[in-house]
């Protein structure tokens, strides 16, 4: 079976600290993995995804997220946060199919 | 077209009455979702329809829910005798989905694999 979940429903920052949004997941199979960011009102937005080649993956907006299969691990991270990150991200599993699962999501505040 | 798009983006109707969305995927993609976001919560999946047919119906919630997906473009859902519950944002997704076995080239190809949203369409019961 297939699940994802993301550890801290609502992670608060002051800007220009750092950012981590904890996501672990389980699979049967090596999955691809993705984060996606919705803004208030906003459709979903990918911001990066994870498909078996490196381990660090590179996103938008200075966001980077690591798979460390050990763990079963895709943590989320910025270096240093500004307001226009505050958002709902979403992780999400895809296995070999074509379903893919999200997690129930981590509301972001960047405090000034 | 350029992106996915769904109509109407808001619709507000009477408890009891039938309503239709409609999901315009980009060109080309061939897998189409539905999820559903209900105020404060996360996604809620609904169906996955490859080309016209649909290998996963398990997430629709009752059967006043149907979808259906027509020339593997667009798709329409709806929902019969509406209930306030089913108050929340309707939000499609399409994917040109490449099989695992594919090349890594063809698995690179922009959009393969890789879900793209529309706007969604507000739905509101009254």
């Known amino acids: 079976a297939q699940s994802v979940t993301q550890l801290d429903s609502h992670v608060s920052v002051s800007e220009g600290t750092p950012v981590l949004l904890r996501c672990n997941y389980s699979?049967?199979?090596?999955?691809?993995l993705f984060w996606y960011v919705q803004h208030p009102n906003k459709g979903l937005q990918l911001l990066l995804k994870y498909t078996s080649a490196a381990t660090l993956v590179k996103g938008i907006n200075g966001f980077e997220a690591e798979f460390k299969k050990s763990e079963t691990s895709f943590h989320l991270t910025k270096p240093s946060a500004h307001m226009s990150d505050a958002a709902e991200y979403f992780c999400?599993?895809?296995?070999?199919?074509?379903?893919?699962?999200f997690g129930t999501g981590t509301s972001l505040t960047v405090i000034p | 077209g350029a992106g996915v798009s769904q109509s109407p983006s808001n619709k507000v109707t009477e408890k009891g009455k039938d309503v239709e969305l409609r999901c315009d995927p980009i060109?080309?993609?061939?897998?189409l979702y539905w999820y559903r976001q209900s105020l404060g919560q996360g996604l809620e999946f609904l169906i996955y329809f490859q080309g016209n047919s649909a290998p996963d119906k398990s997430g629709l919630p009752s059967d006043r829910f149907s979808a259906e997906r027509t020339g593997g473009s667009v798709s329409t859902l709806t929902i019969q005798r509406t209930q306030q519950e089913d108050s929340a944002v309707y939000l499609c997704?399409?994917?040109?989905?490449?099989?695992?076995?594919?090349?890594?080239?063809?698995?690179?190809?922009?959009?393969?694999?890789?879900?793209?949203f529309g706007a969604g369409s507000r739905l509101t019961v009254l």
């Open positions: 060109s080309g993609h061939t897998a």
């Open positions: 699979s049967s199979y090596s999955p691809s």
């Open positions: 999400v599993v895809k296995p070999t199919g074509n379903q893919f699962y």
């Open positions: 997704a399409s994917s040109l989905a490449v099989d695992g076995w594919a090349s890594p080239r063809a698995q690179q190809v922009v959009g393969a694999n890789v879900l793209t």
